[in-house]
């Protein structure tokens, strides 16, 4: 799973943000200013840093912090993604973000579907995007079994090589199921998922979906990777 950072001083925004990308498959990890207002900007800097991250989300007026500058500093020393986030849609202060190493500037108030989308071309762009046309997804499940997942043909390649095709409902569900491996989603999470993906579902689809994607599964040696959680969801082991 992929991890993005947020660097935002509205916490209401920052928090929002973070649960916005967690319910589509990401990691979400924001750093409110309580957590980096005791700090200098070579130690923001280097929590950035320590944090791991995919991609950053930055914004430009930090209490005590000049953004641009956050970007310039975090961008002499990783090539990881960011997207600054402002208010100030000037021309000026989207061309210095570019300038001083941004990959991307999204002014407030902005359509988080519109910024996912932004995300995605980013990590895509960056070679860090799960859902990058050449991926080949390694999945270690619970068990201690290995499969891999190509995106790019929808096929599942089992611990002993088998291989077995997915339709396009069931790659969804997988894809799903594998960004938030070890938690466990919803069914209407997983609806919701297929809906923003053109896969127009019902809750009867969604179970027979389900059923053919684990017996697909079971045929190629993985078998109860995906486990039921009643009255809450599923959850890849």
């Known amino acids: 799973m992929y991890k993005i950072g947020i660097l935002e001083d509205d916490s209401k925004l920052g928090n929002e943000l973070k649960l916005f990308l967690e319910s589509n498959g990401y ?6 200013p309580t957590e980096y207002g005791r700090f200098t900007e070579k130690d ?16 430009i007026g930090l209490p005590g912090f000049d953004g641009t500058r956050i970007c310039k500093a975090f961008r002499e020393i990783s090539t990881v993604p960011v997207i600054m986030i402002t208010s100030d849609n000037s021309e000026l202060t989207e061309l210095m ?18 910024l996912l989308a932004r995300i995605e071309m980013v990590l895509r762009r960056s070679n860090h995007s ?15 079994a290995t499969f891999s997942f190509d995106k ?17 409902n069931e790659f969804q ?22 809906w923003d993906n053109e896969a127009f579902v019902d809750d009867n689809t969604l179970t027979v ?29």
């Open 152 to 168: 790019s043909k929808g096929r599942v390649k089992g611990p002993s090589g088998e291989e077995t095709e997915l339709s396009k």
């Open 130 to 144: 799960e859902v990058a046309s050449s991926d080949v997804t390694e999945v270690r499940t619970e068990s201690g």
């Open 44 to 59: 923001l800097i280097r929590l950035l840093e320590n944090e791991k991250l995919s991609l950053l989300l930055l914004d």
């Open 27 to 32: 990691e979400g990890r924001y750093i409110a």
């Open 209 to 237: 979906n389900m059923t053919r994607l684990r017996g697909k599964l079971e045929a190629v040696g993985l078998t109860d990777v995906i486990a039921t959680k009643r009255g809450m969801g599923y959850i890849l082991l």
């Open 173 to 194: 569900i997988l894809d799903f199921l594998v960004k938030n491996q070890g938690k466990i989603v919803s069914r209407d999470d997983i609806m919701s998922h297929l």
């Open 97 to 114: 973000s570019l300038q001083y190493g941004a990959d991307d500037f999204v002014p407030k108030p902005f359509n988080t579907r519109i």
